[in-house]
Protein backbone atom coordinates (compact mmCIF):
# COMPACT_ATOMS: atom_id res chain seq x y z
CA UNK A 1 0.00 0.00 0.00
CA UNK A 2 1.42 3.51 -1.04
CA UNK A 3 1.69 6.49 1.41
CA UNK A 4 -1.16 8.05 0.15
CA UNK A 5 -3.21 4.82 0.30
CA UNK A 6 -2.65 4.64 4.20
CA UNK A 7 -2.89 8.70 4.77
CA UNK A 8 -6.82 7.67 2.93
CA UNK A 9 -7.40 4.69 5.51
CA UNK A 10 -6.27 6.76 8.54
CA UNK A 11 -8.27 9.55 7.44
CA UNK A 12 -11.23 8.06 7.23
CA UNK A 13 -10.81 5.86 10.32
CA UNK A 14 -10.76 9.15 11.81
CA UNK A 15 -13.86 10.87 10.55
CA UNK A 16 -15.62 7.62 11.38
CA UNK A 17 -14.34 7.62 14.79
CA UNK A 18 -15.59 11.84 14.67
CA UNK A 19 -19.14 10.34 13.30
CA UNK A 20 -19.60 7.79 15.90
CA UNK A 21 -19.04 4.54 14.05
CA UNK A 22 -16.87 1.99 15.57
CA UNK A 23 -14.02 0.21 13.49
CA UNK A 24 -13.73 -3.80 14.51
CA UNK A 25 -11.56 -6.21 13.62
CA UNK A 26 -12.93 -9.25 12.23
CA UNK A 27 -13.94 -11.62 14.84
CA UNK A 28 -14.00 -8.94 17.59
CA UNK A 29 -16.45 -9.18 20.16
CA UNK A 30 -19.06 -6.24 20.06
CA UNK A 31 -19.09 -3.64 22.35
CA UNK A 32 -21.06 -3.97 25.59
CA UNK A 33 -24.04 -1.82 26.38
CA UNK A 34 -23.69 0.45 29.29
CA UNK A 35 -25.39 -0.92 31.94
CA UNK A 36 -29.36 0.18 32.49
CA UNK A 37 -29.93 2.53 35.46
CA UNK A 38 -30.95 0.83 38.58
CA UNK A 39 -34.87 0.99 38.31
CA UNK A 40 -35.14 0.56 42.04
CA UNK A 41 -32.28 1.90 43.77
CA UNK A 42 -34.00 2.12 47.36
CA UNK A 43 -34.53 -1.50 47.36
CA UNK A 44 -30.80 -2.76 46.74
CA UNK A 45 -29.46 1.01 49.71
CA UNK A 46 -26.89 2.48 46.99
CA UNK A 47 -24.85 5.23 48.61
CA UNK A 48 -26.52 8.30 48.54
CA UNK A 49 -29.92 6.61 48.59
CA UNK A 50 -32.53 6.15 50.95
CA UNK A 51 -32.77 2.32 52.24
CA UNK A 52 -36.81 1.02 52.20
CA UNK A 53 -37.81 0.53 55.95
CA UNK A 54 -37.60 -2.58 57.01
CA UNK A 55 -40.94 -4.48 58.41
CA UNK A 56 -40.82 -4.63 62.02
CA UNK A 57 -40.68 -8.03 63.80
CA UNK A 58 -43.56 -9.10 65.66
CA UNK A 59 -43.34 -8.97 68.97
CA UNK A 60 -43.50 -12.31 70.60
CA UNK A 61 -46.55 -13.51 72.32
CA UNK A 62 -46.61 -13.14 76.38
CA UNK A 63 -47.87 -17.16 76.00
CA UNK A 64 -44.61 -17.79 73.83
CA UNK A 65 -42.67 -15.98 76.06
CA UNK A 66 -43.60 -18.11 79.68
CA UNK A 67 -41.84 -21.50 80.23
CA UNK A 68 -43.88 -24.20 79.17
CA UNK A 69 -43.04 -25.51 83.03
CA UNK A 70 -41.81 -24.02 86.49
CA UNK A 71 -38.40 -25.22 87.43
CA UNK A 72 -39.91 -26.12 91.06
CA UNK A 73 -43.40 -27.98 89.42
CA UNK A 74 -44.03 -31.73 90.71
CA UNK A 75 -42.99 -34.40 88.43
CA UNK A 76 -41.30 -32.11 86.16
CA UNK A 77 -37.79 -32.33 87.00
CA UNK A 78 -35.30 -29.66 88.16
CA UNK A 79 -35.43 -27.77 84.40
CA UNK A 80 -37.41 -27.12 81.51
CA UNK A 81 -36.93 -28.66 78.02
CA UNK A 82 -33.54 -28.08 76.39
CA UNK A 83 -34.97 -26.78 72.85
CA UNK A 84 -37.35 -24.31 74.10
CA UNK A 85 -34.87 -22.79 77.09
CA UNK A 86 -31.40 -23.74 76.62
CA UNK A 87 -31.06 -20.06 75.96
CA UNK A 88 -32.36 -19.17 78.71
CA UNK A 89 -29.44 -20.49 81.10
CA UNK A 90 -31.54 -22.48 83.06
CA UNK A 91 -30.85 -26.04 84.61
CA UNK A 92 -31.90 -28.78 82.19
CA UNK A 93 -33.49 -31.97 82.93
CA UNK A 94 -31.34 -34.39 85.07
CA UNK A 95 -32.64 -38.15 84.43
CA UNK A 96 -31.70 -38.97 87.99
CA UNK A 97 -32.80 -35.65 89.72
CA UNK A 98 -35.96 -36.96 92.33
CA UNK A 99 -39.46 -35.91 90.72
CA UNK A 100 -38.22 -36.35 86.87
CA UNK A 101 -39.58 -39.14 84.97
CA UNK A 102 -38.38 -42.80 85.30
CA UNK A 103 -40.37 -44.15 82.56
CA UNK A 104 -43.60 -44.08 80.29
CA UNK A 105 -45.24 -47.12 78.89
CA UNK A 106 -48.02 -47.75 76.43
CA UNK A 107 -49.98 -50.78 75.43
CA UNK A 108 -53.05 -51.56 73.12
CA UNK A 109 -54.56 -54.43 73.61
CA UNK A 110 -58.38 -56.07 71.52
CA UNK A 111 -60.46 -57.43 73.33
CA UNK A 112 -61.60 -60.09 71.40
CA UNK A 113 -58.20 -61.44 72.02
CA UNK A 114 -59.28 -61.79 76.24
CA UNK A 115 -62.61 -63.38 74.51
CA UNK A 116 -61.19 -66.28 72.61
CA UNK A 117 -58.75 -66.67 75.41
CA UNK A 118 -61.54 -67.52 78.20
CA UNK A 119 -63.30 -69.72 76.13
CA UNK A 120 -60.08 -71.80 75.53
CA UNK A 121 -59.20 -71.87 79.45
CA UNK A 122 -62.27 -70.91 80.95
CA UNK A 123 -62.14 -68.93 84.79
CA UNK A 124 -58.65 -70.68 85.54
CA UNK A 125 -56.68 -68.05 83.44
CA UNK A 126 -57.98 -65.12 85.46
CA UNK A 127 -56.27 -66.97 88.82
CA UNK A 128 -53.18 -67.68 86.70
CA UNK A 129 -52.62 -63.36 85.53
CA UNK A 130 -54.60 -61.57 88.38
CA UNK A 131 -54.20 -61.04 91.69
CA UNK A 132 -56.63 -61.44 94.28
CA UNK A 133 -57.65 -57.41 94.66
CA UNK A 134 -58.36 -57.41 90.18
CA UNK A 135 -59.84 -61.14 90.45
CA UNK A 136 -62.49 -59.70 92.76
CA UNK A 137 -62.95 -56.28 90.53
CA UNK A 138 -62.76 -57.95 86.97
CA UNK A 139 -65.73 -61.19 88.31
CA UNK A 140 -67.90 -58.44 89.81
CA UNK A 141 -68.04 -56.29 85.84
CA UNK A 142 -70.51 -57.48 83.56
CA UNK A 143 -68.34 -57.81 80.55
CA UNK A 144 -65.60 -60.30 81.93
CA UNK A 145 -63.71 -59.90 79.00
CA UNK A 146 -62.90 -56.10 78.97
CA UNK A 147 -62.08 -55.69 82.44
CA UNK A 148 -59.40 -58.16 81.88
CA UNK A 149 -58.16 -56.67 79.25
CA UNK A 150 -57.41 -53.37 80.95
CA UNK A 151 -56.12 -55.18 83.41
CA UNK A 152 -53.76 -56.98 80.76
CA UNK A 153 -53.24 -53.57 79.37
CA UNK A 154 -52.16 -52.10 82.27
CA UNK A 155 -49.46 -54.66 83.38
CA UNK A 156 -47.69 -54.54 80.10
CA UNK A 157 -47.45 -50.96 79.84
CA UNK A 158 -45.88 -51.10 83.36
CA UNK A 159 -43.04 -53.28 82.71
CA UNK A 160 -42.58 -50.83 79.53
CA UNK A 161 -42.53 -48.04 81.94
CA UNK A 162 -40.03 -49.87 84.13
CA UNK A 163 -37.64 -50.70 81.37
CA UNK A 164 -37.71 -54.70 81.04
CA UNK A 165 -40.37 -57.59 80.67
CA UNK A 166 -41.99 -60.21 82.80
CA UNK A 167 -39.19 -62.22 81.67
CA UNK A 168 -36.96 -59.84 83.99
CA UNK A 169 -38.15 -61.55 87.19
CA UNK A 170 -41.43 -60.15 87.44
CA UNK A 171 -44.85 -62.18 87.67
CA UNK A 172 -48.00 -61.07 86.68
CA UNK A 173 -49.64 -60.87 89.68
CA UNK A 174 -46.80 -58.81 90.84
CA UNK A 175 -48.64 -55.72 89.51
CA UNK A 176 -52.31 -54.71 89.44
CA UNK A 177 -54.80 -52.47 88.56
CA UNK A 178 -57.85 -51.57 90.97
CA UNK A 179 -60.57 -48.70 90.97
CA UNK A 180 -60.65 -46.19 93.24
CA UNK A 181 -64.07 -45.10 95.08
CA UNK A 182 -64.38 -42.40 92.65
CA UNK A 183 -63.61 -44.64 89.47
CA UNK A 184 -60.22 -43.60 89.08
CA UNK A 185 -57.56 -46.55 88.24
CA UNK A 186 -54.52 -47.04 90.32
CA UNK A 187 -51.60 -49.47 90.55
CA UNK A 188 -51.01 -51.83 93.43
CA UNK A 189 -48.37 -53.80 93.76
CA UNK A 190 -46.93 -57.20 95.81
CA UNK A 191 -44.31 -56.97 98.23
CA UNK A 192 -41.35 -58.07 95.87
CA UNK A 193 -42.27 -55.53 93.49
CA UNK A 194 -42.50 -52.82 95.96
CA UNK A 195 -39.01 -53.65 97.11
CA UNK A 196 -37.58 -53.77 93.17
CA UNK A 197 -39.11 -50.19 92.81
CA UNK A 198 -37.67 -48.74 95.65
CA UNK A 199 -34.52 -49.81 94.99
CA UNK A 200 -34.49 -48.30 91.64
CA UNK A 201 -35.57 -45.29 92.78
CA UNK A 202 -39.32 -45.13 91.71
CA UNK A 203 -41.48 -43.04 93.32
CA UNK A 204 -44.95 -42.02 92.20
CA UNK A 205 -46.83 -44.09 90.00
CA UNK A 206 -49.74 -43.09 87.29
CA UNK A 207 -52.05 -44.87 85.11
CA UNK A 208 -54.92 -44.01 82.48
CA UNK A 209 -57.32 -46.57 81.24
CA UNK A 210 -59.50 -45.86 77.30
CA UNK A 211 -61.41 -48.29 75.38
CA UNK A 212 -62.87 -47.43 71.98
CA UNK A 213 -63.87 -49.94 68.90
CA UNK A 214 -63.38 -52.82 70.92
CA UNK A 215 -59.63 -51.82 71.98
CA UNK A 216 -58.05 -50.93 75.46
CA UNK A 217 -54.84 -48.66 75.78
CA UNK A 218 -53.66 -48.42 78.92
CA UNK A 219 -50.67 -45.42 79.79
CA UNK A 220 -48.14 -45.77 83.01
CA UNK A 221 -46.30 -43.12 83.83
CA UNK A 222 -43.56 -43.68 86.65
CA UNK A 223 -41.59 -40.94 88.54
CA UNK A 224 -38.68 -41.47 90.43
CA UNK A 225 -38.41 -40.84 94.32
CA UNK A 226 -38.32 -37.28 96.34
CA UNK A 227 -35.53 -37.29 98.95
Not at 81 to 109: C, K, T, W, Y
Not at 211 to 227: H, K, M, P, S
Request: charged share 30%.
Amino acid sequence: MTKSGRGKTRSARASGERAGVLHRRPGAQPDRAPPHPDPLPHVRGEEGKKAAPKPEKKQASASRRLPLASVESPGIGPGPRPRAFARQGLPLANPESPGSLHGIGVDVLRIERMEQLLQRRGTRVLTRLLCAAERREVKARTNTARALAMCWAAKEAFVKALGCGFSAGIAWRDVGVVREANGRPTLIFSRSMKARLKQEGVGATHISLSDDGGQVCAYVILERRRA
